[in-house]
Every structure is written in structure tokens, then in C-alpha cells.
């Protein structure tokens, strides 16, 4: 287990944190394959009903690294994003986050994952990749479309502007903004409500409305060849060296 991401069992809820505060929790190689072996585990392990995604000092996820952008062939086949996002697809268990701060990239489409979703009236939310010179990653483009609708899901993937989770909310993104001092004990209580039903059935339950897990993959991997090109252009390495230089 790495130390930039932890987890820990209570009450049949696996609760999932990043801590990489100094880089506002931006995901590493490290990080995705520290998150793939937590989730096989939690999916074998009998003792975990429900998983609970958490960020760490006011801050969920600035995405991935945008210095491994320049490092990295990110989404590469076999690569750490997207062992991930293979162990998270196929992940059989409700999954509930705890939202607050930045929720940016990956720190927002791994949202589109989980079945319940609480946030704060300071959590932002970002799907940057076009801005980035990049494309939509981990399913957004069918997830957010099947979501939210084309129109709606448009919006937020091509213009990218950032929004708040009063908007996020009536998109039907997330369940609930809860204050800043209670988020993630609702998030909690949540979780163990889930956890404390019958476990197989919930189990099937959470299957069968992700059932469409085949088209997630398809998009995925869809997705994937699109942000590997992308992430090599001029545009895109100009745009990740002017974030790290500022
Ligand atoms: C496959 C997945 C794809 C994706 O996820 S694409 C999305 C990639 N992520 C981003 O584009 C977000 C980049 N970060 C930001 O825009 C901002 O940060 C925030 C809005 C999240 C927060 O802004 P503020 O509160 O002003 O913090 P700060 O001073 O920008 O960041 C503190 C330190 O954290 C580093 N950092 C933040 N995000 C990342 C990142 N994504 N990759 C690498 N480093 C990051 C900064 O550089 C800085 O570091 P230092 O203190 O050494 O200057």
C-alpha cells in the first residue's frame, strides 16, 4: 500500500483516501496502481460491502499529473490509468465519494463511477481535456452522455468551464451538496447504510444497474487511443509545460 493513497475498514465501508496534499492530490502511476490493488482486495474481501472514495485537506483530486503527461504515455495499453480504470469498471460493490475542493479530469469522470455521490458548497468540479489538448478519459463520453444527456454532457466535455455542485446537483452528477463540516459524516452514514443491507443482493442490485459495463469498457478503451495520440501533439506538451512552469 503507498502511502499517497490509504485505506481503512469501518463497519463494512472501505474508505479510500489520496494524500498527495502538496500537488492537491493529483494522481501519480503510483497512486493508480496503489487504487487498482485496493480495489481487488476490497472486491475478494468478504468484510467490505461498500467502498468510500475521500480526498484528503479540503481537496479530492487535481487529476492526473500533468508532469507524467509530459513523462508517461498515460493511457497507453497496460498502463497504471488504465488498470485502474478496468479494476473500477468491473468493481461490484456500490462506491460512494466524499467530495470537497477541486475535483478536477479524472478527479471528476472517476465520480461518474460511483453510485452516490456528496459534495460541498466548496467542491469545483473540471472536465478540462479539451483545454488541456486532450479528449474526454475513464468512460465520460458515454457515461456523462448516458447521464446527464448529449446536450448537457456537450457542454460540460467541450467548453469546459469549471462548476460548482449546486450545479453538479441539478445536473444529477452528484446526490446531494452538503456544508463543508458534515460532507463526509453523510457520506459516511450513507455508505454504512449501504453496507449494512443484505449483501449479496446488494451486490446484484449494483451489478445490474451497471450493467451496461461493456459499452464503459468500449469507450474507455475508445477513448484511450484518442488521449494517447492527443497527449504527444505540440499543442497539448505546450499547454502541460506552461502549467508547470507557472
Ligand atoms: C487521465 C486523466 C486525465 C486528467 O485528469 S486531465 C486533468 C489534469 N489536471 C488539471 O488540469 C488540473 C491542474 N491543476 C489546477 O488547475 C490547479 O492546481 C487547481 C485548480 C486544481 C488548484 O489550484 P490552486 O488551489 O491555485 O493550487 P495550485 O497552486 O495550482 O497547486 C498546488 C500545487 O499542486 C500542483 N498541482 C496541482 N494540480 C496538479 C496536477 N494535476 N499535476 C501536477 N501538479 C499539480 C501545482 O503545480 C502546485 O505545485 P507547486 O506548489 O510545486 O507549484
Redesign the pocket.
Known amino acids: 500500500m503507498s502511502e499517497l493513497v490509504t485505506s481503512q475498514l469501518i463497519n463494512k465501508v472501505l474508505h479510500i483516501s489520496f494524500h498527495r496534499e502538496?500537488?492537491?492530490?493529483?494522481?501519480t502511476s503510483e497512486m493508480y496502481d496503489a487504487l487498482s490493488a485496493t480495489l481487488k482486495s476490497a472486491k475478494a474481501n468478504d468484510e467490505v460491502n461498500v467502498v468510500l472514495f475521500k480526498g484528503s485537506e479540503g481537496?479530492f483530486?487535481?487529476?492526473?499529473?500533468?508532469?507524467?503527461?509530459l513523462k508517461q504515455p498515460?493511457?497507453e495499453e497496460g498502463s497504471p490509468?488504465l488498470k485502474f480504470l478496468h479494476e473500477l469498471t468491473n468493481f461490484d460493490k456500490p462506491m460512494v465519494a466524499a467530495v470537497s475542493?477541486?475535483a478536477?479530469?479524472?478527479?471528476?469522470?472517476l465520480l461518474l463511477h460511483c453510485d452516490l455521490v456528496y459534495a460541498t458548497d466548496q467542491t469545483?468540479f473540471?472536465?478540462?481535456?479539451v483545454?488541456?489538448g486532450?479528449c474526454p478519459?475513464?468512460g465520460s463520453s458515454y457515461l456523462l452522455t448516458r447521464q446527464i444527456g448529449y446536450v448537457r454532457a456537450a457542454e460540460l466535455l467541450l467548453l469546459a468551464e469549471?462548476f460548482d455542485a449546486a450545479k453538479a446537483k441539478e445536473l444529477g452528477i452528484i446526490n446531494d451538496v452538503v456544508a463543508v463540516d458534515k460532507y463526509y459524516e453523510v457520506a459516511q452514514n450513507k455508505a454504512e447504510k449501504l453496507a449494512s443491507k443484505p449483501a449479496h443482493a446488494l451486490r446484484v442490485s449494483r451489478q445490474l444497474l451497471r450493467s451496461n459495463s461493456g459499452l464503459v469498457s468500449k469507450a474507455i478503451e475508445r477513448e484511450a487511443r484518442s488521449?494517447s495520440s492527443l497527449l504527444t501533439s505540440d499543442e497539448a506538451k505546450a499547454i502541460f509545460k506552461k502549467?508547470?512552469e507557472?
Open positions: 502538496d500537488k492537491k492530490n493529483a494522481l481537496c483530486s487535481a487529476g492526473n499529473d500533468i508532469a507524467d503527461f498515460v493511457l490509468v475542493g477541486p478536477v479530469g479524472i478527479g471528476t469522470t469545483y473540471s472536465l478540462p481535456f483545454d488541456l486532450l478519459e475513464a469549471p488521449f502549467f508547470l507557472k
